[in-house]
């Protein structure tokens, strides 16, 4: 049960949820863009969110698109996990989305409330990190398409109205050769220990990682030990001397036990994706 | 035998999968009212003020109750605010109670009460309770209200103590060429039910009190409020519908007494209280944590001489139920094992925890995992196969328990057998350890348990039977539906003496204590034993009635007249008869005379011999009969992650009496997801100040489907001579041993002792770098 009420919102355009935006914002109804809603109402509940007004942008097309022409994928904010996996058009985003909360859940969240969200994993991204993809984000100011490693760090970082409209892959890294994994503290439920999306372009190991710290990562000083060609140990070590900081440390483990584990992870990723040739 | 044994569905079954069922809360009225209760957000602290003013402000506010003293309330002490004064003494205990007009206004309300606390010196392990000049969770414990066989020891954190006293230790551990002694430890956890507690109380103007509530113990609900407010016991009425799960958790009174205070504040008016997730698992009773130390000593044949075993249960801020079940961890505290020389101090400890309730297997899977981990770090000393340790100290007729009740042929099951079979189910002699690859090995693990149900002695169970017109008949009895198919045994043992069909009994669901016959709680598997005792009571009854008529209308003596199949018959002439619907009513001559009348049966059942103990020795008989049961567990281990899967678990328990297949099997197969669950994940996470940091579900995982393992049930039937048709304790077994096997499988796969819950693969990993670092 929320113990608040607020409008319901549902623009049919982007330009219209904009504009609703800032009348609303102006009028001091902290509104929300709303999706999948899944954290407005398990964050609502327990008063660690709250809004009087929320724009449903869900139904809008521009965030529905789902295409894969002229080497781009184009994925809308508003696709819900389940939509992407089934149909699978960027099969390392399927693999990190699909292990996100459960399937009945999934239903609901979206790709663009995932990346967005408040709760810190937002392991979706991880893929388009990886990706160099671009990010379409509409505001006052208008539409504008951003390379997503510009405005995202730790968060995506929107400014107050805008909101984010699609992602922008080319074709190339989705064919990419990759491993993904997510472990958790125990079996098949809970919150990431650690979620690792790797692929291999170029002749080069990138990683994303979510659950390490408090935020999730691409980081080029682990690229670039990973890289450096020596034995694998050796390289995984030399990531571990670079990793960001800090180390999560709460109840799903502790900072020394994610680093053990995040060790065995990197030189899976590694020995898999050196087997790889493109 | 028609009936008994066979999977008769439940009667409730259609209801459930439909959606139908109504729990408490699905029951609404229009003027009822909303309680919210502010929680604690500390493990202990002193409340400095709390300011409601911002929250009266709230429209729909029609009542506020905080800092107002109360008669204490508790089980075996009374030493319980229902609402919390001076001091908190855990996390999610309530200090304020709002009532409103919709629960949105109440919880609108609830979070404006501002509550200034100064920390208090956290007590936060049994361990640490323990401890010379350990803070103090009660000041006053000298001054509570308590039973007569609590035992608490004002100026230390002892809510009781029980002490096991048998044989002669000296000789025990004379006659011991191996000792082995280990402590193990766990922090409470939670029951979990699907249903979160509810409770609705509305006061008559006559005084008559209402209460709806998701409890196990209706008429313990009764009994309390009155003992605790001093209301006629008559003029309580408690009504539970289906319960959506139990486990223990809703045995304790507690919403009760918060919806009936709620009420008396808004003049009667009635008052609904419903948890949420979090308060269900932080406001109310959690599931016990325990520190243990296990000393066990054999002969050279590995035949058990002595056990000296501490138990420091985490009773938690409150003893309630606690202190019950420090008492049945004493009483079966070495598990199903012939020890002659028995040493047992069995504490209940207050702490800044969560307080605890009852929790399926009360006391038996927590002190397994402690017992059974140590039997098998003894076989392994003693160079034994841990199965073959079990099986040659298995408890036996002829044997007497911790408490010297001299066991015999009926009131303890046959361990041995349980053994064999298990030994079969998990393949046992073909290994114990096989490897997969470089990295994966798998391993099985063993355990064994017993339990009695530590019930007082004058526990009762009741029931009614009423006939309609057609001679269907309907059963009223007082055991809950929570879930465990017990109403529908009961038809079943209904049916089967009656040789009727069992679809023509009609079950009531839902209980209320000023019509259903009481039973004492449904709780500690004994459910289908007293019930079905008092059904059986209650079928004689109705037997000898309906000879009655029928001898009188067939002009034969009931010695000749036989009953099967709604019908009442002359036993050489089964031709000549009457339908019970012709005689249920009174029996109706051509002419319109009529004699006889409505036949009602009633029958009851009353446990026998049942003592208390000796509060020196223990001594005395705590429970009428010991089932016991032996596990296995396999596990696929991966050797440089430490993680591992379950592949299979495996129960075997002497029931005495299989009365329904289907949902015998369903018992122990869902008790053994919970115990696993226990064991590999459940627990709450305490930060210092005391505060639980995963009361969600998103951080507290229960096993969830797919997790789970291949399971396999199996039964033993050694028939305890006075159950109806034989038939056992069986809800609980299955939980009891899963900690124990699952720790010894892995500990074996690791190669390294495991002591602590739950088994995540961290742990193991902790383990295995202390043993690696440990200097030489």
Same mark, same amino acid.
């Given at each position: 049960m929320l113990p608040f009420d607020f409008d319901y919102f549902k623009p049919d355009t982007l330009e219209e949820a904009v504009e609703l935006f800032?009348?609303?914002?102006?009028?001091?109804?902290?509104? !929300?863009?709303?999706? /999948? &809603?899944?954290? =407005?109402?398990?964050?609502?509940?327990?008063?660690?969110?709250?809004? *009087?007004?929320?724009?449903?942008?869900?139904?809008?097309?521009?965030?529905?698109? !789902?295409?894969?022409? /002229? &080497?781009?994928? =184009?994925?809308?904010?508003?696709?819900?996990?389940?939509?992407?996996? *089934?149909?699978?058009?960027?099969?390392?985003l399927t693999k990190t989305a699909s292990e996100i909360a459960d399937h009945t859940a999934r239903v609901k969240i979206t790709l663009g409330g995932n990346i967005c969200a408040r709760i810190f994993y937002r392991e979706a991204v991880l893929p388009f990190l990886l990706a160099d993809s671009q990010v379409v984000i509409v505001g006052p100011e208008g539409k504008k398409a951003v390379p997503i490693h510009e405005i995202f760090h730790e968060q995506l970082l929107l400014n107050r109205g805008e909101l984010l409209v699609q992602t922008i892959t080319e074709s190339r890294f989705i064919r990419a050769p990759f491993f993904a994994i997510k472990r958790r503290q125990q079996w098949e439920t809970g919150y990431p220990l650690i979620t690792v999306a790797a692929l291999k372009i170029d002749e080069k190991v990138r990683v994303a990682v979510s659950g390490l710290c408090p935020f999730p990562f691409r980081s080029k000083e682990v690229e670039i030990a990973l890289n450096s060609g020596q034995s694998i140990e050796a390289r995984v070590e030399a990531a571990l001397r670079v990793l960001p900081r800090p180390i999560l440390d709460d109840v799903e483990g502790s900072a020394d036990y994610r680093l053990f584990v995040f060790r065995n992870i990197l030189t899976d990723a590694l020995y898999k994706l050196e087997k790889e040739r493109i | 035998m028609d009936v008994i044994g066979k999977s008769v569905i439940r009667k409730d079954a259609l209801d459930k999968v439909t959606g139908r069922a109504m729990y408490t809360d699905d029951y609404q009225t229009v003027h009822m009212l909303s309680g919210k209760i502010v929680i604690s957000p500390y493990g202990h602290a002193r409340i400095v003020s709390i300011d409601t003013q911002e929250a009266w402000k709230v429209p729909g506010v029609r009542a506020i109750i905080a800092g107002k003293h109360f008669p204490l309330v508790?089980?075996?002490?009374?030493?319980?605010?229902?609402?919390?004064?001076?001091?908190?003494?855990?996390?999610?205990?309530?200090?304020?109670?709002?009532?409103?007009?919709?629960?949105?206004?109440?919880?609108?309300?609830?979070?404006?009460?501002?509550?200034?606390?100064?920390?208090?010196?956290?007590?936060?392990?049994?361990?640490?309770?323990?401890?010379?000049?350990?803070?103090?969770?009660?000041?006053?414990?000298?001054?509570?209200?308590?039973?007569?066989?609590?035992?608490?020891?004002?100026?230390?954190?002892?809510?009781?103590?029980?002490k096991i006293r048998k044989g002669?230790?000296?000789?025990?551990?004379?006659?011991?060429?191996?000792?082995?002694?280990?402590?193990?430890?766990?922090?409470?956890?939670?029951?979990?039910?699907?249903?979160?507690?509810?409770?609705?109380?509305?006061?008559e103007p006559d005084g008559t009190v209402q209460i709806m509530t998701s409890s196990q113990a209706p008429f313990m609900v009764k009994q309390l409020l009155s003992d605790y407010f001093n209301i006629e016991l008559g003029k309580i009425i408690v009504r539970t519908p289906l319960v959506g799960g139990a486990y223990g958790g809703k045995a304790s009174v507690q919403l009760e007494v918060l919806a009936y205070l709620a009420s008396k504040e808004v003049g009667g008016r009635p008052v609904k209280i419903l948890n949420t997730r979090e308060e269900d698992i932080l406001t109310s009773p959690c599931h016990i944590g325990l520190d243990a130390t296990v000393k066990l000593g054999a002969d050279r044949q590995g035949k058990l001489k002595a056990a000296e075993i501490i138990f420091l249960w985490?009773?938690?801020?409150y003893s309630d139920k606690a202190i019950d079940v420090t008492r049945a961890g004493a009483v079966d505290c070495t598990g199903p094992y012939r020890v002659d020389n028995v040493w047992c101090d069995s504490y209940c400890m207050y702490t800044n925890h969560p307080y605890a309730a009852p929790f399926r297997g009360f006391s038996h899977?927590?002190?397994?995992?402690?017992?059974?981990?140590?039997?098998?770090?003894?076989?392994?000393?003693?160079?034994?196969?841990?199965?073959?340790?079990?099986?040659?100290?298995?408890?036996?007729?002829?044997?007497t328990t911790p408490t010297r009740v001299l066991l015999n042929k009926s009131n303890v099951g046959n361990l041995q057998k349980c053994i064999e079979k298990?030994?079969?189910?998990?393949?046992?002699?073909?290994?114990?350890?096989?490897?997969?690859?470089?990295?994966?090995?798998?391993?099985?693990?063993?355990?064994?348990?017993?339990?009695?149900?530590?019930?007082?002695?004058?526990?009762?169970?009741?029931?009614?039977?009423?006939?309609?017109?057609?001679?269907?008949?309907?059963?009223?009895?007082?055991?809950?539906?929570?879930?465990?198919?017990?109403?529908?045994?009961?038809?079943?043992?209904?049916?089967?003496?009656?040789?009727?069909?069992?679809?023509?009994?009609h079950v009531r669901m839902e209980v209320d204590t000023q019509t259903t016959p009481q039973h004492w709680k449904t709780v500690a598997s004994r459910g289908t034993f007293m019930s079905g005792r008092a059904v059986l009571n209650a079928a004689e009854d109705v037997i000898v009635q309906l000879k009655e008529i029928a001898s009188c209308v067939l002009r034969a003596p009931k010695e000749d007249l036989e009953i099967a199949n709604s019908r009442v018959f002359l036993r050489d002439d089964p031709s000549i008869g009457l339908d019970f619907k012709d005689i249920s009513f009174g029996y109706k001559y051509p002419n319109g005379n009529s004699v006889g009348g409505q036949i009602i049966g009633r029958g009851h059942y009353v446990l026998r011999h049942i003592s208390n103990l000796d509060p020196e020795t223990g001594e005395g008989r705590p429970g009428p009969e010991w089932t016991v049961a032996a596990y296995g567990v396999e596990v696929e281990f991966d050797l440089r992650d430490y993680t591992y899967q379950l592949l299979t678990a495996a129960t075997v328990v002497d029931c005495g009496r299989v009365m329904n297949q289907k949902m015998a099997e369903g018992q122990v197969m869902g008790a053994m997801s919970m115990g696993l669950a226990f064991a590999s994940r459940e627990t709450f996470y305490f930060d210092k100040l005391g505060r639980v940091?995963?009361?969600?579900?998103?951080?507290?995982?229960?096993?969830?489907?797919?997790?789970?393992?291949?399971?396999?049930?199996?039964?033993?039937?050694?028939?305890?001579?006075?159950?109806p048709y034989g038939a056992r304790g069986l809800g609980e077994h299955g939980v009891m041993g899963m900690p124990g096997a699952l720790g010894n499988a892995l500990s074996i796969a690791a190669g390294v002792s495991l002591h602590h819950l739950p088994l995540i693969p961290e742990l193991i990993w902790r383990a295995k770098e202390a043993a690696n670092g440990a200097p030489l």
């Open positions: 800032q009348y609303l914002d102006h009028n001091g109804k902290q509104p !929300m863009f709303f999706s /999948g &809603g899944t954290e =407005l109402i398990t964050l609502g509940r327990i008063d660690l969110a709250y809004t *009087e007004a929320v724009i449903d942008i869900k139904e809008i097309a521009d965030c529905r698109v !789902m295409s894969l022409n /002229g &080497g781009q994928l =184009l994925l809308g904010s508003t696709l819900t996990l389940t939509e992407i996996e *089934e149909t699978n058009l960027f099969p390392l | 508790g089980e075996s002490i009374r030493d319980r605010p229902p609402i919390a004064v001076d001091k908190v003494r855990y996390h999610g205990e309530p200090v304020a109670l709002v009532v409103a007009d919709t629960p949105a206004q109440a919880k609108q309300a609830a979070d404006l009460i501002q509550v200034q606390y100064e920390l208090l010196p956290v007590v936060n392990s049994p361990t640490q309770a323990f401890e010379k000049n350990a803070p103090l969770v009660h000041e006053r414990l000298g001054e509570y209200e308590k039973e007569e066989d609590s035992h608490p020891v004002p100026g230390t954190n002892i809510a009781t103590h029980i002669n230790m000296e000789l025990g551990w004379r006659e011991s060429e191996t000792i082995v002694e280990a402590s193990f430890s766990f922090a409470p956890s939670d029951h979990a039910a699907m249903e979160t507690r509810c409770a609705i109380a509305e006061i985490d009773g938690g801020a899977s927590e002190l397994s995992f402690a017992i059974e981990r140590t039997m098998d770090l003894l076989a392994q000393k003693l160079n034994m196969d841990p199965l073959e340790l079990r099986y040659i100290n298995a408890i036996m007729p002829g044997d298990v030994r079969e189910l998990i393949k046992w002699d073909e290994g114990a350890i096989s490897r997969v690859n470089d990295r994966l090995i798998r391993v099985k693990g063993v355990s064994c348990s017993w339990k009695t149900s530590t019930i007082d002695a004058n526990a009762p169970s009741g029931a009614i039977l009423t006939f309609n017109r057609d001679g269907s008949i309907n059963l009223m009895a007082g055991v809950i539906e929570i879930g465990t198919g017990t109403k529908t045994v009961l038809a079943q043992i209904l049916a089967e003496r009656l040789k009727m069909d069992v679809n023509k009994i940091l995963n009361p969600q579900l998103r951080t507290y995982r229960p096993l969830r489907y797919g997790e789970n393992p291949r399971y396999l049930v199996g039964f033993v039937e050694t028939p305890q001579i006075d159950g």
